[in-house]
Nanobody
Framework: QVQLVESGGGLVQPGGSLRLSCAASGRIGSIYAVGWYRQAPGKQRELVAAITSGGTTNYADSVKGRFTISRDNAKNTVYLQMNSLKPEDTAVYYC??????????WGQGTQVTVSS
C-alpha cells in the first residue's frame, strides 16, 4: 500500500521559514515527477513546485526565489524549503507523486499558517 506523509507545517510569522517533508512508502513504481500543491480556503488547489525524476524543477511565479524543492532519494523523501513567508502563503500543502505509467498519489496535507 502506497503512503505519502507530509510534515513540517505550523504557525510562522511573516518573513519566517519552514521546511516541509513528504516521505513515501510502498510500491509506487516508476516516478515521473513529485509536486507540492497548496489549497487555501475558498480557492482551488494550485501547483507550487515540482521536481522530475531527472532533477528538473519548476515553480509557480508567486514563490520563485523564495521556495526550493529538493529530494533525498535514499530516504524516499521530497522537501519544500519555504523562506520569506507571506500571509498569502497560508494554505494546506499537499505532496503528489505522479507515475510514469499514469496515475498519481496524494498525501494527507499539512497546514501552513503565516500570521503575526
Amino acid at each position: 500500500q502506497v503512503q505519502l506523509v507530509e510534515s513540517g507545517g505550523g504557525l510562522v510569522q511573516p518573513g519566517g521559514s519552514l521546511r516541509l517533508s513528504c516521505a513515501a512508502s510502498g510500491r509506487i513504481g516508476s516516478i515521473y515527477a513529485v509536486g507540492w500543491y497548496r489549497q487555501a480556503p475558498g480557492k482551488q488547489r494550485e501547483l507550487v513546485a515540482a521536481i522530475t525524476s531527472g532533477g528538473t524543477t519548476n515553480y509557480a511565479d508567486s514563490v520563485k526565489g523564495r521556495f526550493t524543492i529538493s529530494r533525498d532519494n535514499a530516504k524516499n523523501t521530497v522537501y519544500l524549503q519555504m523562506n520569506s513567508l507571506k500571509p498569502e502563503d497560508t494554505a494546506v500543502y499537499y505532496c503528489n507523486v505522479g507515475r510514469t505509467i499514469g496515475g498519481s498519489y496524494w498525501g494527507q496535507g499539512t497546514q501552513v499558517t503565516v500570521s503575526s
